[in-house]
């Protein structure tokens, strides 16, 4: 049974970081893409950023390119997103996601078999 448990987020003002985590459990952590999403009040769910299962490939929304970097630890299971710069616009929860085996990161949320509970995030102007 994969369990996927997020931490770290808040309200934090613009501007600001907030560094999210997603510990992983369940099964080989170090051989799966991983991946962040979020899903504000009213919209759908959308790709923030992927990292592929050795993290030699990542790729990321256009709406974070520049401000936010994902990165995984495999000897701990767990991916991060460090998210700079911060927008009243990036409020959501934030969804931890993993992927396929050993395959490349995917911004296609069908490639997603498990996901965590999620994270709020709150971006004050």
């Known amino acids: 049974q994969v369990q996927l448990v997020e931490s770290g987020g808040g309200l934090v003002q613009a501007g600001g970081s907030l560094r999210l985590s997603c510990a992983a459990s369940?099964?080989?952590?170090?051989?799966?893409?991983m991946g962040w999403f979020r899903q504000a009040p009213g919209k759908e769910r959308e790709f923030v950023a992927g990292?592929?299962?050795?993290?030699?490939?990542?790729r990321y929304a256009d709406s974070v390119k520049g401000r936010f970097t994902i990165s995984r630890d495999n000897a701990k299971n767990t991916v991060y997103l460090q998210m700079n710069s911060l927008k009243p616009e990036d409020s959501a929860v934030y969804y931890c996601?993993?992927?396929?085996?050993?395959?490349?990161?995917?911004?296609?949320?069908?490639?997603?078999?498990?996901w965590g509970q999620g994270t709020q995030v709150t971006v004050s102007s």
């Open positions: 369940g099964r080989t952590f170090s051989t799966y893409t």
């Open positions: 990292i592929s299962w050795n993290g030699s490939n990542t």
């Open positions: 996601a993993q992927g396929g085996r050993y395959s490349s990161s995917s911004n296609n949320e069908r490639s997603y078999g498990y």
